[in-house]
């Protein structure tokens, strides 16, 4: 179920990023600019408005089903998967990062 929601919640954001790259901005940068065609600037411009927000209405259900269901599944966390190794494998000391040095002893 979560493979499937995850791939949704990319491909939403992925035409997200597509509407809002084909919006006209002020500077006209990746802008539809241009007359003619089917629709309008001001059509075009709201069907795209509108679709964004579509876009991202569906981003954030996903995202919050994506949420859940990564706190109900259990051991889902890479985490604690280590923190259990660790727990089985008891406490040990970590060895002496370096030896001490022998002091000469004073000879008379």
């Known amino acids: 179920m979560s493979t499937i929601l995850l791939t949704i919640h990319l491909l939403v954001a992925l035409a997200m990023i ?3 790259l084909l ?7 990746l802008g539809i ?3 003619g065609g089917m629709m309008s600037g001001r059509a075009l411009g709201n069907t795209l408005t509108r679709l964004t927000a579509i876009f991202a209405t569906i981003f954030f259900i996903t995202s919050i ?9 259990k051991n889902s966390s890479v985490l604690d998967g280590v923190i259990q190794r660790d727990e ?3 406490e040990l000391a970590p060895p002496p990062l370096m030896p001490e040095p022998e002091l000469p002893t004073p000879s008379n």
Do not use: K
Request: glycine fraction near 28%; charged fraction near 10%; charge should be negative.
């Open 33 to 35: 600019g241009g007359n």
């Open 88 to 90: 089985n494998a008891g």
């Open 23 to 29: 919006q006209r901005s002020e500077g006209g940068a």
């Open 18 to 20: 597509v509407m809002v």
């Open 65 to 73: 089903g994506l949420t859940i269901l990564g706190s109900v599944e």
